[in-house]
């Protein structure tokens, strides 16, 4: 493995705000409501150190690789070892967490870049809780143990160029051989890591329907003949991450490679996945805001306009203050759904609670994120400063995973019973 250099900054700017508990609590300066004593010494220890790996390693390297628009593959054993893959996964070599140590393990990669988190994310929360939960004993532990320790890497292949927010519409097929054999044609696209990954969770439609009740899930080893990912170019948001396009060619596969679980018949298999995958977005841009209003406190305090520092000024402190409050009520909602997720409330979580953490955390976040930009002046749109990145990267997070208006819609369809997806037949 290469070590990750550090970079030697140029310019006369700061460097980005540390993320130093100044405060006492573990959340730092924003924690206005006491925060940190809603967490256990474990789970603050927990998050501590994914912040050590976060600040030794990806801080000093993270302007370099967006710029570069370069994700840094060195860094996977070292999540590996830190036990962040599939980490809310018991058994397989999967560190067995629970899912508010989770969200606390999130929002530290996030504060440090949404790429990287996204690729635990999908890592974890999509190819491994798949296989997880829909895979056959042969499967789970042909995958799952390397998948933890980081030394295999896997995709999630579910929207497709024309089947974003209603993946019932994907047009990605298997038909089944005489002699049992699974053929898998079509593109999928926005599939993180997948020219990476030595395995795809690919969702496709088997039988006549053409709807969500026949598409199943495939394990596919992404050496196979006929699967090939191409890294999509020029993206503005997610520059240290890698999003591909599939291509699956005739892809022949044994019988062996469905999911073979019955919890994975129709759509409701990958929406589980999905399920999890949301559930840490909803810490993880708490993350990204944090860092973002640690970047523009620090900025207050030193920056100097008409002789006085910019947090002197009552503009900004109301601005500080509205982000405060915001990333205040962000985490709290964040920590209710995943005490719930955990068990420790009545009825648990339901999709409705993860769509209502998804749809607000990621709006405020983004919101946090501009407004830190923009008291930074010029100098905020450099990589000098985090919030623009963060920004950038939200534009991906609040679009993936469900949409505002999935997430509104679903929240609609829980309160009134009634479904306004409306699909109008050809
Ligand atoms: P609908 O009829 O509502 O549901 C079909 C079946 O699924 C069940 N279900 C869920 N189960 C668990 N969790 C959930 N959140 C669920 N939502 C629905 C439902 O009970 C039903 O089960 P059954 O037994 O009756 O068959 O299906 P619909 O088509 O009407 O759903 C509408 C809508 C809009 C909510 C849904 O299509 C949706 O969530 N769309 C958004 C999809 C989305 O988030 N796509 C982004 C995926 S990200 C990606 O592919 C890239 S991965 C990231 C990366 O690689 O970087």
């Known amino acids: 493995m290469t070590a990750p250099k550090t970079i030697q900054k140029t310019g006369t700017t700061p460097a ?10 573990f959340l730092g300066p924003v924690d206005l409501t006491g925060l940190d004593g809603l967490f256990s010494t474990e789970e603050k220890g927990l998050a501590l150190k994914v912040r050590s790996l ?26 590996g070892r830190l036990g962040v893959l599939g980490m809310h996964l018991h058994g397989y070599g999967c560190a067995g967490r629970s899912a508010v140590e989770y969200g606390l393990a999130a929002q530290e990669l996030e504060a440090g870049d949404s790429g990287l988190r996204t690729f635990v994310s999908v890592q974890g929360s999509l190819a491994m809780s798949a296989i997880h939960k829909h895979g056959s004993e042969e499967q789970k532990n042909e995958w799952l143990p390397r998948m933890a320790s980081g030394e295999a890497v896997g ?21 089944q051989d005489a002699n049992g054999d699974w053929v898998l044609n079509g593109t999928k696209r926005w599939i993180g890591l997948a020219n990476l990954a030595q395995v795809a969770v690919i969702w496709a439609q088997t039988g006549e329907h053409g709807d969500g009740r026949s598409i199943r899930g495939f394990v596919v080893p992404t050496g196979t003949p006929g699967f090939t ?22 892809v022949r596969l044994p019988a062996s490679a469905m999911l073979p679980a019955d919890s994975a018949i129709g759509l409701k298999g990958p929406f589980q996945c999905l399920n999890e995958a949301r559930y840490g977005i909803i810490w993880g ?11 523009v406190l620090d900025y207050s305090a030193s920056r100097t306009q008409f002789g006085t520092p910019l947090g002197g000024f009552q503009l900004t402190q109301a601005k500080l203050a509205d982000m405060a409050v915001a990333i205040n009520k962000g985490y709290l909602l964040a920590h209710q759904i995943g005490r719930a997720k955990d068990g ?39 990589l000098d400063y985090s919030p623009l990145r963060h920004a950038n990267n939200l534009e991906s997070v609040r679009t993936y995973e469900g949409t505002d ?3 509104q819609l679903t929240i609609g369809r829980h309160l009134t019973g009634l479904g306004a997806f409306t699909r109008t037949e050809a």
Request: glycine share 8%.
């Open 285 to 295: 841009v708490m993350g990204a805001a944090r860092d973002s209003f640690n970047a």
């Open 16 to 25: 980005p705000a540390p993320s130093a508990d100044l405060s006492g609590s």
């Open 54 to 79: 976060v600040d030794e390693v990806i801080r000093p390297n993270i302007a370099e690789w967006y710029d570069r628009a370069v994700f840094p593959t060195e860094i996977i054993p070292e999540l």
């Open 155 to 175: 995709c999630f292949g579910l929207t497709e160029p024309t089947a974003g927010s209603d993946p019932a519409a994907m047009l990605t097929n298997a038909r």
């Open 344 to 382: 420790a409330l009545p009825g648990g979580v339901n999709p409705a609670m993860i769509s209502t953490g998804k749809l607000d955390n990621c709006r405020v976040a983004i919101g946090i994120a501009r407004d830190a930009r923009e008291m930074l002046g010029g100098n905020g749109i450099t």
């Open 229 to 250: 990912a191409t890294p999509i170019a020029q993206k503005l948001s997610m520059r240290a991450s890698v999003q591909c396009e599939i291509h699956l060619d005739e």
């Open 405 to 407: 208006e999935v997430h």
